[in-house]
């Protein structure tokens, strides 16, 4: 139908040209001179621009001199300008390429009419161009595939229209033939139609669809053109049949293998099968049959087009290694068609479980004087795998005092000790049992076993040093806490409780007691430095294990002096007791006399009993003078006629304690003459002697006192170092020297060190020790080096004792 109004519309163009012709022919007739000539030009479509169609002021016999002047143009009616004139020349010009299947569409003459005009004198000449037409178009069809769905028992010399082609050109260029490509059922015939020619297919032999259920041919529509031009139409042609084949599995069974660890979604294999039929006869449909294990369909999955079977589960070759599936096949026919195949999957085991740690007994806890060799933990050991990678390798991997020692059963393993324990070295133990198969890769498991060491009572408690040494003040307040003594265990609980007890046979238990659990040392009574200085015990710890374990430490305890005693002024002593007295001395005498000495004793020892003697009250400070060490009185100068007789003088004793204590002494001084004192001496001889009787019987008290102290001392001494297994002495030494004052010095050695509690009479070069009460010094050891000595020495005059050497070297 397209065709036949092409036609027409080209027929109608035609004509329309031919009387617009005659209409321009007409112009002319009727306007003469203004419309003067007609041109006729030919040319070919598709020409360049500025090609030259005609000369036209040549061929209309214009001047071309004038044509500027007379401004030669075109004039169109048209948007579209195809044509232009020179004004220069008058030639006429292609300005726009020109395609006439755009223009003239159909088979007649493509004319265009142009009007040239001049002025000076007006006039318009029409000039008619003919475009004649070039191959330039192929033949074409409006859909370049056709398809057709023929029945198998189709008769022959059945006819089926085909597409017709177009092609723009005209006459000779345009459609002329259509061809086939060969083959043994169809060919093609023609129908004219008007200018059109219409194909159609024509069946010339029974098709069978069972050999060949598609056939693929192509129409060729060729032009007239030279070179001609051809255009090509996709023919396809279905054969269609009925449901007379059952689908067929390309195997009856399939056999698989896949490894368990094949994740899910992956596929398993493809069945396949095929059915000769087509249509729904032979769309085939696939399915697992009805009559397998639940764990079938729970693991696969079947595509019912594809036939693809994929994983919908986890596989484990330790749950089933073999999967037996059978799959069926039905076509979509009337009644439907079915076949069914065997699908067979083997698992495949993989490295996929670690082994597994059992314990089967365990003791948590085991004494530290087990034997080697004591079983404390059976364990067994499995792996869920076969083959390689079921078989275990089993080790522990820390550095224990246990070990893995198997059984008479693969696999099955006891944890012994391998040594000795110690609990006080290691109180927790944590086994790393490591069990490896011999997969690839390999895989391990670790358990950890706590193991908790017993106590047993197997150490005894320890003191931090042995003797102990402790210095205390006397004059302590009676129940108070003196000093504490403490021991560890390295046991634990029951076995680590101490208690403590003052050994059996020592005599302080009845001045001291110990608090059993503390050890604390409580004074039951008051020391006296005078009455004890040092005395020694032992303190016995003991634990609360079975059997209990004990220790003892050796405690000396030193008395440390405190200023407590006042001097006593042992002469003068008058009769009554008070420390008065009168001498006499011949006037005479020449300065430096000695008057008399004051002599007095102090019980307490070092600083605190080092006594210095003063002048107080004189009634001349320029006749006498009084030594401050010796308490010697010495006439400072002769005496002359207008002294008087008598002189009294109040002598001021004190000790050099931290709180200084004092006495007095009186002492009357009578000038006589010479011969007087000689008489007087005689008289006063027996008074003398009686008064020295007294004096003598007091240093002898005292000197007696002193002795028995100091053999005690010594007695206690021996006994102790009899008794002690450290390298302990104790040796006292008084010195002998008396001078006025009665001095203390009482040494003493422990260990390295040399002690000496001083009064004034000290050794030369004698220091404090730093830290220690004042009254302690220790004595250099001349095996030491001077080093020592000088940081003794400093360690003393820093303490305020550098005036003691050179004080008692003046004594």
Not at 74 to 85: H, P, R, T
Not at 482 to 503: G, M, P, R
Not at 556 to 567: E, K, S, T
Request: proline fraction near 4%.
């Amino acid at each position: 139908m397209c065709c036949w109004i092409r036609m027409a519309s080209e027929r109608r163009r035609r004509l329309s040209d031919y009387c617009r012709f005659a209409l321009h022919f007409s112009l002319v007739l009727i306007f003469g001179n203004q419309t003067l000539a007609e041109l006729r030009y030919s040319i070919q479509e598709e020409m360049k621009e500025g090609t030259l169609v005609g000369n036209v002021a040549k061929d209309l016999g214009l001047d071309k001199t004038s044509l500027t002047d007379r401004r030669l143009r075109v004039v169109s009616g048209s948007k579209d300008a195809f044509f232009e004139v020179n004004p220069d020349n008058g030639a006429l010009q292609i300005r726009k390429k020109i395609d006439r299947e755009e223009l003239c569409q159909g088979s007649g003459a493509c004319l265009m009419e142009l009007k040239v005009l001049v002025e000076n004198p007006l006039e318009i000449h029409y000039v008619v161009v003919e475009i004649t037409d070039v191959n330039d178009h192929s033949p074409s069809f409006s859909e370049r595939e056709q398809q057709f769905q023929i029945f198998e028992h189709a008769s022959p010399g059945t006819r089926y229209e085909l597409h017709a082609a177009h092609d723009p050109d005209a006459g000779i260029n345009s459609i002329r033939t259509y061809t086939l490509t060969s083959n043994d059922h169809f060919e093609i015939e023609t129908s004219q139609s008007d200018e059109d020619k219409i194909p159609f297919l024509v069946l010339k032999k029974p098709l069978d669809r069972e050999k060949n259920d598609k056939h693929l041919i192509f129409v060729t529509a060729v032009d007239g053109g030279k070179p001609q031009r051809s255009g090509t139409l996709n023919v396809s042609i279905i054969i269609l049949d009925i449901n007379d084949n059952p689908p067929i599995f390309s195997q009856d069974t399939y056999q698989i293998e896949i490894y368990e660890n094949v994740p899910v979604g992956s596929a398993v294999t493809t069945v396949s099968a095929i059915d000769p039929d087509e249509g729904p006869n032979g769309e085939i449909e696939y399915s697992l049959s009805k009559t397998l294990a639940r764990k079938v369909y729970e693991i696969f999955d079947l595509n019912s087009l594809s036939g693809q079977i994929k994983l919908k589960g986890v596989l484990d070759f330790e749950e089933s290694e073999i999967y037996k599936l059978d799959v069926e096949a039905s076509d979509k026919g009337t009644p439907p068609l079915t076949s069914r195949c065997r699908v067979t999957v083997k698992i495949k085991d993989v490295n996929d479980n670690p082994p597994e740690i059992e314990v089967t007994s365990l003791s948590n806890t085991v004494s530290e004087d087990s034997k080697p060799g004591t079983v404390i933990s059976l364990i067994s050991v499995t792996d869920r795998d076969s083959g390689l990678n079921g078989k275990i390798i089993s080790s522990i991997t820390n550095e224990v005092t246990f070990e893995l020692k198997p059984s008479y059963k693969e696999n099955i393993y006891s944890v012994v000790t391998k040594g000795f324990l110690d609990r006080e070295e290691v109180s927790h133990y944590e086994i790393t049992i490591k069990a490896t198969d011999s997969g690839e890769p390999p895989l391990s498991t670790l358990k950890t076993l706590n193991i908790q060491i017993l106590d047993v009572n197997d150490n005894s408690p320890q003191f931090s040093q042995n003797p102990l040494q402790f210095y205390l003040s006397e004059n302590n307040v009676a129940g108070t806490s003196l000093f504490c003594v403490s021991a560890t265990d390295k046991d634990v609980n029951e076995n680590a409780a101490i208690f403590y007890h003052i050994a059996r046979g020592n005599y302080v238990t009845s001045f001291l007691n110990i608090n059993s659990e503390t050890g604390d040392i409580l004074a039951l009574k008051s020391f006296d430095f005078e009455t004890l200085k040092t005395f020694q015990f032992q303190v016995v710890a003991s634990d609360s294990g079975t059997p209990s374990l004990s220790s003892n430490v050796t405690v000396n305890v030193f008395i440390l002096d405190q200023n407590d005693n006042a001097p006593v002024i042992l002469y003068p002593v008058s009769s009554n007791g008070s420390a008065e007295g009168v001498e006499e001395i011949p006037r005479n005498v020449n300065a430096g006399h000695l008057v008399t000495k004051v002599r007095a004793y102090d019980a307490d020892i070092g600083y605190n009993g080092w006594l210095l003697f003063s002048l107080q009250q004189v009634t001349d400070h320029s006749l006498f003078g009084l030594d401050r060490y010796t308490g010697q009185i010495r006439t400072l100068r002769s005496f002359t006629e207008t002294d008087e007789a008598e002189h009294k003088l109040l002598i001021l004793v004190k000790d050099n304690g931290n709180v200084s204590l004092s006495a007095t002494a009186t002492v009357v001084v009578k000038l006589v003459e010479p011969k007087e004192a000689f008489a007087a001496s005689d008289v006063k001889s027996s008074a003398k002697d009686e008064e020295g009787t007294d004096v003598t019987f007091y240093l002898m008290i005292t000197l007696g006192s002193v002795s028995v102290l100091f053999l005690i001392s010594i007695i206690v001494l021996i006994a102790m170092q009899c008794s002690k297994t450290t390298d302990y002495t104790s040796k006292y030494l008084q010195e002998a020297n008396y001078d006025g004052t009665l001095c203390h010095s009482i040494q003493y050695r422990s260990g390295e060190k040399r002690y000496m509690l001083v009064g004034p009479r000290m050794s030369i070069g004698s220091t404090i020790v730093p830290g220690s009460h004042a009254n302690t010094l220790v004595l250099p050891d001349r095996r030491r080096g001077s080093g020592e000595v000088r940081h003794l020495k400093q360690s003393f005059i820093k303490h305020g004792y550098k005036h003691t050497v050179n004080e008692q070297r003046n004594t």
